[in-house]
């Protein structure tokens, strides 16, 4: 992670606005504010940053509608930043594929750590030919190949894009339609028991048990992840 990461913070309360700022600044982190939704799409258009903290409660759009937004130009990792604390805010803001969710008061250390946690996790790969292992699982991004030890998997292609998008994101939950979103993009004539099927398909060939996976978890009541 670079310390020069660009950091955009939305939140139209100034005085919280700032003091994130000045200790993310204090941090090493390049650090840019905005009040509001317009704002903050003109300067993700103008001058993408690395992360967005993004409060909830904006004025004449909210938080909510701007990651919907921010999520259909691209993947830029997303804290949300909310008072509230009804779990369905939190499940919410996971649907629209934000990354993270604090809720005021916040501890400013924490918040940092999460900045850090979030870039490491949403940090792109270093090259294209990167393979990723986990366990005896390996995953050969360039060759668009996967095997467990050494027995190849054969896997359909959206199978392998659903395993490498995961994998590449180990602990961070998925709800379904983020997954269709991210992994079948705009294709036609696919539902959220997509994602279900597929997720069975790699359960068989890449599990020990099927029925009691310990890589492709089920997240009760949002969706999938993979182990961390």
Known sequence: MPEAARIL???????IAEAIAYNLKKEGFFVQTAADAETCLELVRT?????????IMLPSISGFDVCRLLRR???????MLTARTAEHDRVKGLELGADDYVTKPFNMRELIARVRSVLR?????HAKDETIKVGN??????????RLGERPLNLAPKEFDLLRFLATHPGRVFTRQTLLDRVWGTEAFVDERTVDVHIRWLREKI???????RRLITVRGVGYKFSE
Do not use: K, M, Y
């Open 9 to 15: 913070v939305v939140d139209d309360e100034q005085p």
């Open 47 to 55: 001058t993408p940053p690395s992360l967005v903290i993004l409060d």
């Open 121 to 125: 996790r949403t940090s792109p790969s």
């Open 137 to 146: 699982l390996f995953i050969d991004v360039g060759r668009h190949e996967a």
């Open 207 to 213: 599990e020990e048990d099927p029925s009691n996976p």
């Open 73 to 79: 130009q691209g993947d830029i990792p997303i804290i």
